[in-house]
């Protein structure tokens, strides 16, 4: 890719519950962490003034056409009981990414599914085309800009997905029409970032100012809190012209974002109306069960800050969701009748939604602090859930005595779209310099590898190795550790073996193939939670000996290998996924 043809970075940020994004012209601009040319966009079908919109679709009876997206695409307040005569919004689709039980996803309309894609994969794919031709209007509003030649996107993704994740989110962007993959099998105008990682660059300039602890070595945490997770990641400024950081932990992650309260409130609605009359609400009358998690949100998971304990708030059923009158049976119907219809919402009731999702997040920033070598200065939490007043003051009567700093981001819910944009413009500017000669100043230095990485070799077999093991002439396959799990790595830092040889005489190359696992240790390729990066085959001179290695770039793996001679063997690592590791 020609990184000079770049003249605006798009920092995307396609969230659980809320998607936006920022852009950034890049003319006479060098300095990465100066925020002050960078836009985010708050005109939205329908709204003006939100920095992000809902991760909504509204598809027509069929399911095929999108008719709205975003917030329009949410239900308003019903005003009978009538049915609905819209399909049913469709939401929540990017949960079916990620490690979440099966049982916990939302179920998704079956109309959505193809023989080319699952529901939802086609659902990213839709609400990625939809903000996409927003961001192009935008952008392409400066003249000379041309969408797919001179933008770089940059598209955050929770700390915890895979390789395969993030895979099925290039896919769909190139569906949706982001990137054009027709002459680049993988287009390198599509970047992704992790959502913590890009919250750490937005408060490494905007947060440690403000504290004073704008100094090498000051090591803070980011809580980010979004809507399906909550991601987190530890760093340490190690730069500061240019502003640079080290990773210092492994980033972790889980699901307990904001929407798992909202969860436990249905949970408490099948208690009070029963199972059944919920699950006909959500099948006949969608709009109107979508309105009364709407209302809850804005009565009682928003404004509850757990000070009061005398918290009471009333949801009227009748104006609510009208048509739960038809479908709860006669001895609930009478209760309700003797209520008028309010369902009463206490103190202890929403202590008991919010706690097991507040302590699961406490548990992550204990292991994150015990885990740092050193002392953490400051945790900046970002994203919509932090702006809880609740999660705030929970947070902060666990941690305040072991951290210095505990403060919300400046507007949280754009923290990481903006940090997004700002690792768009490193890349880009690092490129650039690369390419003069010039060092490279990446924003991130370092990261911690979440994976041991390793190759499949060929050796012999010993009386301690598996006798089910062996392969033909007394060998077995082994997997030969490179990098372990845990390990701090420098941007382009190299990891080298020497001395491979082929098995025979009259083979031509060499084939390396490349995994990773989750374990600091293992013996072999196969093993539980082993996976295939990818696979390098090197043709063979006359000298029969090479050498393999790889480097971790800023969000791939290159491998390469050479003869011992130092004459560089030039192939192409054959990617199996898309070989990000983060």
């Known amino acids: 890719m020609s990184w000079e043809k770049i003249s605006v970075v798009v920092g995307l940020d396609f969230g659980t519950t809320y998607s936006g994004f920022s852009y950034c012209h890049t003319e006479s601009k060098h300095d990465v962490a100066d925020t002050k040319n960078i836009r985010t966009n708050d005109k939205w079908p329908g709204e003006v003034g939100?920095?992000?919109?809902n991760t909504v679709l509204q598809y027509d009876?069929?399911?095929?056409?999108?008719?709205?997206?975003?917030?329009?695409?949410?239900?308003?307040?019903p005003k009978s009981k009538r049915a609905n005569n819209e399909t049913r919004p469709v939401?929540?689709?990017?949960?079916?990414?990620?490690?979440?039980?099966?049982?916990?996803?939302?179920?998704?309309?079956?109309e959505l599914r193809s023989e080319e894609s699952e529901s939802h994969e086609k659902a990213i794919t839709d609400y990625l085309r939809e903000i996409g031709k927003?961001?192009?209007e935008t952008v392409e509003t400066r003249k000379g800009v041309d969408f797919k030649e001179n933008v770089l996107l940059v598209l955050t993704v929770p700390a915890e997905y895979s390789e395969n994740d993030k895979a099925t989110m290039?896919?769909?962007?190139?569906?949706?029409?982001?990137?054009?993959?027709?002459?680049?099998?993988k287009s390198q105008k599509l970047q992704f970032t992790t959502e913590p990682e890009a919250a750490a660059i937005y408060c490494m300039k905007n947060k440690l100012q403000q504290y004073n602890l704008l100094t090498i070595g000051t090591m803070f945490m980011i809580v980010d809190c979004g809507g399906g997770t909550v991601d987190l990641t530890t760093r340490k400024l190690i730069g500061i012209k240019p502003f640079q950081l080290g990773e210092v932990t492994e980033r972790i992650g889980d699901f307990c974002g904001s929407t798992f309260i909202d969860n436990e409130f249905v949970k408490f609605l099948r208690r009070k109306l029963g199972t059944r009359a919920i699950d006909r609400l959500k099948e006949n009358n969608y709009g109107q069960f979508q309105y009364l998690i709407q209302e809850f949100c804005r009565r009682v998971k928003e404004p509850f800050t757990g000070e009061d304990m005398e918290f009471r708030r009333?949801?009227?059923?009748?104006?609510?969701?009208?048509?739960?009158?038809?479908y709860v049976d006669e001895d609930t119907r009478e209760i309700l009748e003797d209520n008028e219809w309010l369902i009463e919402i206490n103190y202890e009731d929403v202590i008991s939604w919010f706690d097991p999702i507040i302590s699961k997040i406490n548990r992550m920033i204990n292991i994150q602090l015990l885990n740092t070598q050193g002392t953490c200065s400051a945790m900046f939490l970002v994203g919509g859930f932090s702006e809880s007043k609740y999660l705030q003051k929970r947070i902060m009567q666990d941690f305040q005595h072991r951290v210095q700093v505990i403060s919300v981001s400046n507007q949280p819910v754009a923290a990481v779209v903006r940090g997004a944009t700002m690792y768009g413009l490193s890349l880009k500017y690092s490129s650039v310099a690369k390419k003069l000669g010039n060092r490279k100043e990446y924003v991130i230095s370092t990261r911690k590898l979440n994976f041991t990485y390793g190759i499949k070799i060929l050796s012999r077999w010993k009386d301690h190795h598996p006798p089910n093991r062996k392969v033909f002439n007394d060998r077995i396959y082994l997997f030969e550790t490179f990098v372990q799990r845990g390990k701090e790595v420098e941007v382009d830092e190299k990891f080298i073996s020497k001395g491979y040889t082929p098995l025979g005489s009259t083979q031509t190359a060499l084939k390396f193939e490349l995994f990773?696992?989750?374990e600091k240790d293992a013996n072999y390729h196969d093993e539980p939670g082993m996976e295939l990066v990818g696979t390098l085959r090197v043709p063979l001179d006359a000298n029969r000996k090479v050498t393999f290695g790889f480097s971790f770039g800023q969000m791939e793996i290159t491998a390469?290998?050479?003869?011992?001679?130092?004459?560089?063997?030039?192939v192409r690592f054959e990617l199996s996924k898309d070989s990000v590791y983060l």
Do not use: Y
């Open 516 to 518: 990773k696992t989750p």
């Open 560 to 570: 390469f290998a050479k003869n011992e001679l130092g004459q560089n063997v030039q």
């Open 50 to 53: 939100n920095l992000k919109t």
């Open 91 to 110: 939401e929540l689709f990017k949960l079916h990414l990620g490690n979440l039980q099966k049982e916990n996803r939302p179920k998704l309309p079956v």
């Open 314 to 326: 009333e949801l009227d059923i009748e104006v609510t969701a009208p048509m739960l009158l038809e």
């Open 170 to 185: 290039r896919e769909c962007a190139r569906k949706a029409g982001l990137i054009d993959l027709i002459k680049n099998k």
């Open 134 to 136: 927003l961001i192009k």
């Open 61 to 77: 009876s069929n399911f095929v056409n999108v008719e709205r997206w975003g917030n329009p695409a949410l239900a308003k307040q």
